[in-house]
């Protein structure tokens, strides 16, 4: 007993000094004494959000340690109490309401009482448990049926989405061709600047890059038949609808993500107007008028890259494009335009998707647009692959 | 328009989300040219009983008839028919953003009128004067206050003529001044105009001056809980619970 009684005087002694050390007199002290009738414990000064923590462990150890019949809050000296202080006291309770000892607080000012009977008074509800996540399997299952719904829910889309193109074809009345415009414009014509710079650069890097070996061979001269063929077959096509992913995929998902959110999607349909038709066809029609005409400038740039290339290897510019004109067919030209205008039907339509898709909440919009351009990408490479294969085995 | 025969008939409506009920066995009839008022706590699911009203949800079981024809079942054609019949007015007012006031009246009667421009003009004009909103009809929504975009909101329900028109918490956000001055349109439409309102709220004062008839929903028993005016339910109720909702006490005060 003797020892135990020590032992808690040792541990509050050292925690009186720590926090002497630490903060001078504005802290709270707390003092630990045994007496017959239990475990004393005396606090003064400021018990507030700031200070309360130095004192919080030394009080619940002293408390452990000698485990009295009667708990003794000494609070005569307490010169001001806070919510981390009722915090302390309560808790103190608790734990020596836990083992079944007595608990008293003496000469608590009315004031922090009053503070203190509000905490204990309310019901000692703790939170509901969370339900939990599920064994790795469950969690497995789960994605595996969220992407099963989102698969069904996409070819919903694509189902609805032709469905009302096919009217919009049938009755062009029914297009808002204000929108599809704007959409044009803000789509196509703004980012031709940074298009043609991609483009340009695309050309040039490739042209450096492949000189070199080439050269070894000696077969510069077909650094022409590299940079044509690809950019019209694949590089042109497919930096513009990466840029079209970036830049209005994403914006498509925001805009019409707010929409949503702010009930503008239910005051549409509950106007009896379609969603699908009155916003994602406007933009459908216009990212397919402007994806192959991007694809053409890119494709152009990138040639001309080339070609900046090649006149510093000193080759004249008519050699360059003959060698082009031998090289290219119309039919790649024509491959590539098709891939294009299929890009911009898959991006467009799938960021209007994502969009319409937009939960409630303020990240929900920025969750849209995250996801609209990294659908909009796996989607690019797909088709891409598609296009890959098709070509191939139809001998283009 | 006789007043004792319904427009709306909600017959034995079932709404569950996640297969969990929100609301069981719901029965109730709206008559025409009253303002009828959807009542309850928070989350009882008011907002939405009246989004399945307006069937923008399907309900688990049951039927909507407006005007003699479910929304529920009806496609085509005949939703796009009861559809005109309504106007809906959301809790954020749902006005879109890019167009003025007028072209958000106009868009309505554009896509379902066969009217020249300028009537078109004329009489979206005409709607939102009524509200009192003429000055400001060549505004964007984001530069006019909460109060008037509420009242352009009504403007832009009332365009095609409803014969209902479903106000989803129209004072919410709204100071007691501004709030009085909708109420007052509610009640200068319903007499003048003899339109039929179905208003989900929970702002009394409001109720006591709009409403001809309140339901309320509890969502412990997920169904209505009491039927009448809402100076009788306040007074004379004999469900304590109602009695406490309308003299505004708190359950289980600390």
Redesign the interface.
């Known amino acids: 007993m003797l020892r135990r009684i020590i032992s808690t005087r040792a541990v509050c002694e050292c925690a009186m000094n720590r926090e002497a050390g630490q903060t001078g007199e504005r802290g709270p002290l707390l003092a630990a004494s045994m007496s017959d009738c239990g475990l004393v414990l005396t606090i003064s000064g400021s018990l507030d959000s700031r200070t309360t923590g130095q004192v919080w462990q030394p009080a619940l150890e002293a408390l452990r340690l000698a485990q009295p019949r009667q708990l003794t809050i000494d609070a005569s000296r307490l010169t001001y109490c806070d919510g981390a202080g009722a915090a302390l006291l309560l808790e103190l309770g608790r734990r020596q309401s836990a083992h079944r000892g007595q608990y008293e607080i003496c000469s608590l000012d009315p004031a922090f009482r009053a503070l203190v009977d509000?905490y204990s008074?309310?019901s000692g509800e703790s939170p509901q448990p969370k339900a939990s996540q599920g064994s790795f399997l469950e969690q497995v299952g789960r994605f595996g049926v969220l992407l099963w719904n989102d698969v069904t829910k996409l070819t919903a889309f694509v189902g609805e989405l032709s469905v009302a193109l096919a009217r919009a074809a049938l009755r062009p009345r029914i297009v808002r061709w204000k929108e599809a415009w704007l959409t044009a414009e803000l789509a196509g014509v703004n980012a031709l600047p940074i298009i043609a710079l991609l483009g340009f650069l695309l050309g040039l890097i490739m042209a450096f890059q492949s000189a070199i070996p080439l050269h070894q061979f000696g077969a510069d001269m077909f650094v022409a038949n590299l940079i044509g063929l690809s950019m019209l077959r694949e590089l042109g096509p497919l930096l513009t609808a990466i840029i079209l992913a970036g830049r209005s995929g994403s914006a498509f998902a925001a805009e019409l993500g707010t929409?949503k959110v702010?009930?503008?999607i239910?005051?549409l349909?509950?106007?009896?107007?379609e969603p699908v038709t009155f916003l994602v066809v406007p933009r459908v029609i216009a990212a397919v008028a402007m994806t192959p005409l991007l694809s053409v400038f890119a494709s152009l740039l990138g040639l001309v890259g080339g070609a900046v290339v090649m006149l510093s290897l000193g080759f004249p510019f008519v050699t360059y494009l003959i060698q082009l004109q031998s090289a290219v067919t119309a039919g790649d030209m024509v491959g590539g335009l098709a891939k294009s205008v299929v890009f911009g039907i898959v991006v467009a339509a799938i960021g209007c998707l994502r969009g319409l898709q937009t939960k409630s909440g303020a990240s929900a919009v920025g969750d849209s647009a995250t996801r609209a351009v990294v659908s909009g990408l796996v989607l690019i490479t797909v088709v891409d692959g598609i296009f890959a294969v098709l070509f191939y085995s139809l001998g283009l | 328009m006789e007043r004792s025969t319904p427009i709306i008939r909600v017959k034995h409506f079932t709404a569950a989300y996640d297969g969990v009920v929100l609301l069981n066995d719901l029965s109730f009839d709206v008559y025409r040219g009253e303002v009828f008022v959807i009542l309850g706590g928070s989350g009882c699911g008011k907002s939405t009983m009246l989004?399945h009203m307006?069937?923008?949800y399907q309900p688990a079981a049951g039927a909507i008839l407006i005007d003699n024809e479910d929304i529920v079942t009806a496609q085509g054609p005949r939703?796009?028919a009861i559809?005109?019949k309504?106007g809906?007015m959301?809790?954020?007012?749902?006005?879109?953003?890019s167009m003025t006031l007028l072209e958000n009246v106009r868009?309505?009667l554009e896509?379902?009128t066969d009217l020249p421009n300028d009537a078109i003009d004329h009489i979206a004009l005409m709607k939102l004067q009524v509200v009192g909103l003429g000055a400001a009809a060549l505004k964007l929504p984001d530069e006019i206050s909460g109060g008037m975009r509420k009242r352009a909101v009504i403007a832009r329900a009332m365009a095609l003529d409803p014969q209902v028109l479903f106000l989803d918490e129209p004072s919410a956000g709204l100071d007691p001044i501004t709030s009085a001055e909708l109420d007052r349109l509610i009640v200068s439409l319903s007499r003048n105009l003899s339109i039929t309102f179905v208003v989900v709220t929970h702002e009394l004062p409001s109720i006591y001056t709009i409403a001809d008839r309140v339901i309320m929903l509890d969502k412990r028993v997920k169904a209505i809980v009491a039927e009448g005016k809402p100076q009788q339910l306040r007074d004379h109720s004999e469900n304590a619970w109602v009695r406490q909702f309308f003299n505004r006490e708190a359950t289980a005060v600390?």
């Not at chain 1, 349909?269 to 107007?273: A, E, I, N, S, V």
């Not at chain 2, 959301?90 to 953003?97: D, E, I, R, S, V």
């Open positions: 509000l008074r309310s929409m702010s009930e503008e239910d005051a349909t509950t106007m009896g107007l | 989004k307006i069937g923008l939703r796009l559809l005109k309504i809906v959301y809790q954020q007012g749902a006005l879109f953003g868009l309505p896509e379902y600390a």
